[in-house]
């Protein structure tokens, strides 16, 4: 029997969020070797952020005995539109500094190994799919500082549309047709509406404090624990604007699973059942007869995870066969 050598190389997935970011090591089995988090704002700019990551990532191949030479592949996610071709942002919100900065060639010049950029959302859909083994064609929603999704096909592929766009639900009108102003200049968003920083601002909660860059989750969470009325009203509220949305997916690509991710998932199952509640009251029943509609199933990893299952897919595809054999290492 064949099996893959531990020692044949690494994978390095670097999540990028707003408050901070995950980085992780894996061997080609998708083992993970080393996961740590790193406290850098994503709008202290892309140059911070990817030195800061880098610092710690050569930190943790040096702990672990990996040979800088034998990284294999680099797979980053942003949380932002992104040109996968030219790896890197395109007019993100919230990232100064970002647009068309060329993440990918700025850390082949640090890794010298292939380098992927690719939306975050897609990455956790991939995850989702790839180590919880939740059943595809499966849509991931991400509720954060906005909303977008990522779409897995029945291939096990993620479907990033023409131009990289696809999934970018953020900014379709939400159906209570509201006039709050947009990031992106509209009105009545989804993701300015029932975003997780949506909600917050709603309930006059700070996103973050100088001691903690995660206190609006955390205040959310202890408001909805509880009981706080007005807090599970606004959650309540934001997943039926969300269910409204997920529903009209439901009857474009008639997935087998929806994931419901982000901060506000996991606030006890009233996302999530809001959100299937106006999904079965909306969509018809061939769509929704099969249809699971969960929380996510690996809590703030499913992004490594699927950056790890997207970079030994690459590493493991034609071209990557054609790579190793080439540099002989
Ligand atoms: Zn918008």
């Given amino acids: 029997?064949?099996?893959?050598?531990?020692?044949?190389?690494?994978?390095?997935?670097?999540?990028?969020?707003?408050?901070?970011?995950?980085?992780?090591?894996?061997?080609?089995?998708?083992r993970v070797i080393a996961r740590e988090t790193v406290n850098v704002r994503i709008d202290a700019g892309p140059q911070v952020v990817l030195d800061a990551v880098t610092q710690r990532l050569h930190g943790l191949l040096e702990k672990h005995r990996r040979a800088p030479g034998r990284v294999r592949e680099v797979v980053v996610g942003l949380p932002g539109?992104?040109?996968?071709?030219?790896?890197?942002?395109?007019?993100?919100?919230?990232?100064?500094?970002?647009?068309?900065?060329?993440?990918?060639?700025y850390l082949r010049e640090r890794f010298h190994a292939p380098i992927v950029v690719d939306n975050d959302v897609n990455l956790m859909a991939l995850g989702e799919a790839a180590q919880a083994r939740l059943e595809?064609?499966?849509?991931?929603?991400?509720?954060?500082?906005?909303?977008?999704?990522?779409?897995?096909?029945?291939?096990?592929?993620?479907?990033?549309?023409?131009?990289?766009?696809?999934?970018?639900?953020?900014?379709?009108?939400?159906?209570?047709?509201?006039?709050?102003?947009?990031?992106?200049?509209?009105v009545g968003c989804v993701g300015a509406l029932a975003s997780h920083r949506a909600v917050l601002r709603g309930l006059g909660?700070?996103?973050?404090?100088?001691?903690?860059?995660?206190?609006?989750?955390?205040?959310?969470?202890?408001?909805?624990?509880?009981?706080?009325?007005?807090?599970?009203?606004?959650?309540?509220?934001?997943?039926?604007?969300?269910?409204?949305?997920?529903?009209?997916?439901?009857?474009?690509?008639?997935?087998?699973?929806?994931?419901?991710?982000?901060?506000?998932?996991?606030?006890?199952?009233?996302?999530?059942?809001?959100?299937?509640?106006?999904?079965?009251?909306?969509?018809l029943p061939l769509a929704t007869r099969k249809l699971t509609i969960t929380a996510t199933q690996l809590k703030g990893g499913s992004g490594l995870h699927g950056g790890i299952a997207l970079a030994t897919q690459d590493a493991f595809s034609p071209a990557g066969i054609a790579r190793l054999l080439h540099e002989g290492r």
């Fill in 1 to 30: 029997m064949l099996t893959i050598s531990p020692q044949a190389g690494t994978v390095i997935v670097v999540d990028v969020d707003t408050a901070e970011s995950q980085i992780a090591l894996a061997d080609l089995t998708r």
């Fill in 136 to 186: 595809t064609p499966l849509l991931c929603i991400k509720i954060a500082s906005g909303i977008g999704a990522g779409l897995i096909t029945t291939s096990d592929d993620v479907y990033r549309g023409a131009d990289g766009a696809a999934g970018d639900i953020g900014h379709i009108r939400a159906v209570s047709g509201s006039n709050v102003l947009c990031a992106c200049g509209n």
């Fill in 205 to 283: 909660i700070a996103e973050s404090t100088a001691e903690d860059p995660l206190h609006g989750a955390r205040e959310l969470a202890r408001r909805i624990a509880a009981g706080d009325p007005t807090a599970l009203h606004a959650v309540r509220q934001a997943a039926t604007e969300i269910g409204e949305v997920v529903a009209m997916l439901v009857h474009m690509f008639n997935p087998r699973t929806v994931v419901l991710a982000g901060p506000l998932s996991e606030l006890r199952d009233d996302l999530v059942s809001a959100v299937r509640a106006a999904v079965y009251q909306r969509a």
């Fill in 81 to 105: 539109p992104v040109d996968f071709e030219q790896g890197c942002a395109v007019q993100p919100t919230g990232m100064p500094g970002w647009d068309g900065f060329p993440v990918a060639d």
